[in-house]
């Protein structure tokens, strides 16, 4: 395949030395760390969206993304779309990226009906399935875009109009039977519009029923159809609503919780909605984690100069190896996966900066990879951890933690205490160690 990007190579690894801006410096696919190939702990998607379907419009300016390979579609929105996958799949191959993602409405036109749309996506799923099986490229997860149309302006599972839901419901339906013709390995609900502006004229509580009822409805259909993979929840606490529902991870988990939901959805991560909730991306990582609910990575970045979701392309190292960690930590992301859910700024309109934004994404992942590797390896950061709670290990604190102790026992204990002696956090010390193999 080189017929979109005629002027680009293969991408491939060629050590931190190379200057060639097309080339990996830090992503070796093939190369094995902790008993995996970078290719397998990585596990990178192409978001359909952002680097297919947007053209880099903002509330102040049209799009200004040049992409000649458009220009040859007539006015047939098929045959655009038709373009777009099988560019799609020529920049996946050349920057050896294994999995997409992809909303309903990013690869087929909506028609004029939910019937046209159905078809479209039908005859889109044949292409897909033509270029996936001569690619080898997989699908990482599929959704539905219940969001972008205006009759979502209240909600899809959380509008007004029961209508509205029934619609929502169809379009799920279908992105949840194209998930598994396609093998997807997840299926995501990002809540777009699900949350409110104003508590004036809205019914809070009959609003969170409905989204628990609409989710357990689309886990019901997935095991009917015989879909195997993970549902996913994205946690984002706003934009496009003022309160998004699925503010952030502890807030999903309470959710799932509630509705006895909680086994059969886990979580889909994204960087820049952890920091809009006011939380790093680690924190984020590591509450899914130990609730046993990370299911896969939206990887990107924001500003945090800015209060939007600006979804960049994760350059951060610091980002990167803490994410990495979190994800060795858990054993792998795997059927979950790192899913580019970003996009080139305005100014970067060219054809080679898709290419150079993904390079820059997969070079700042690999490399916290390799960081966090190292990190586990030398146990730089489990030895204190461990050292600093071994009071919970022996005498009270094992009893604490083991359940015997009573409000009395330990009231006894206390008592018994003359000064208490506690040891030094060593934040900036640990701060040093991170900052020696960064
Ligand atoms: C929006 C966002 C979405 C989801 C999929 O902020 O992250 O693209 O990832 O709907
Ligand atoms: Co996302």
């Not at 491939?12 to 190369?31: I, K, L, T």
């Amino acid at each position: 395949m080189d017929y979109f990007f005629p002027n680009i190579p293969v991408i491939s690894y060629e050590g931190p030395n190379s200057r060639n801006p097309f080339a990996f410096r830090f992503y070796n696919p093939d190369e094995v760390i902790l008993g995996k190939t970078m290719k397998e702990h990585l596990r990178f998607s192409m978001a359909y969206w952002h680097t297919l379907c947007a053209t880099g419009t903002d509330p102040f300016g049209r799009g200004t993304a040049i992409r000649p390979y458009e220009e040859s579609a007539s006015n047939d929105p098929m045959e655009l779309a038709k373009i777009k996958m099988r560019a799609g799949f020529e920049l996946m191959q050349k920057l050896q990226i294994p999995y997409f993602c992809f909303h309903d409405c990013d690869v087929a036109p909506e028609g004029n009906s939910l019937a046209e749309f159905s078809r479209n996506l039908d005859e889109m799923a044949d292409l897909a399935e033509e270029l996936m099986t001569q690619t080898g490229i997989k699908l990482l997860w599929g959704t539905a875009n219940l969001f972008s149309h205006p009759r979502y302006v209240h909600g899809a599972a959380t509008s007004c109009s029961a209508d509205v839901f029934a619609y929502a419901a169809a379009q799920v339906k279908k992105a949840l039977e194209l998930t598994v013709r396609l093998k997807g390995e997840n299926y995501v609900f990002w809540g777009g519009r699900e949350g409110y502006e104003t508590l004036l004229n809205t019914d809070f509580s009959l609003e969170l029923d409905n989204l628990a009822r609409f989710l357990s409805l689309a886990a019901d259909y997935a095991d009917k159809i015989g879909f195997k993979g993970q549902l996913l929840i994205e946690p984002k606490p706003k934009e496009p609503t003022k309160h998004q529902y699925d503010f952030d991870v502890a807030g999903v988990l309470g959710f799932l919780q509630k509705y006895g939901l909680e086994g059969r959805f886990k979580l889909n991560i994204e960087a820049n909605h952890a920091t809009l909730a006011g939380h790093t991306f680690q924190h984020e990582l590591a509450m899914a984690r130990i609730n046993n609910a990370l299911g896969s990575i939206d990887a990107n970045q924001g500003d945090l100069l800015l209060g939007w979701d600006t979804d960049q392309f994760p350059t951060n190292i610091y980002e990167t190896t803490l994410c990495m960690l979190e994800v060795l930590k858990q054993g792998g992301i795997a059927p979950g996966g790192l899913n580019f859910d970003a996009k080139v700024r305005r100014g970067s309109f060219t054809p080679e900066d898709l290419f150079l934004g993904h390079i820059a994404g997969m070079d700042g992942f690999a490399r916290g990879l390799r960081i966090a590797a190292a990190l586990i390896t030398d146990k730089v950061f489990d030895e204190f951890i461990e050292k600093r709670y071994q009071s919970f290990q022996i005498g009270i604190g094992a009893s604490i933690v083991n359940g015997e102790a009573t409000l009395e026992s330990l009231a006894v204990h206390a008592h018994t205490l003359d000064e208490i002696k506690l040891e030094s956090g060593r934040q900036e010390y640990l701060e040093t160690l991170l900052n020696l193999y960064i």
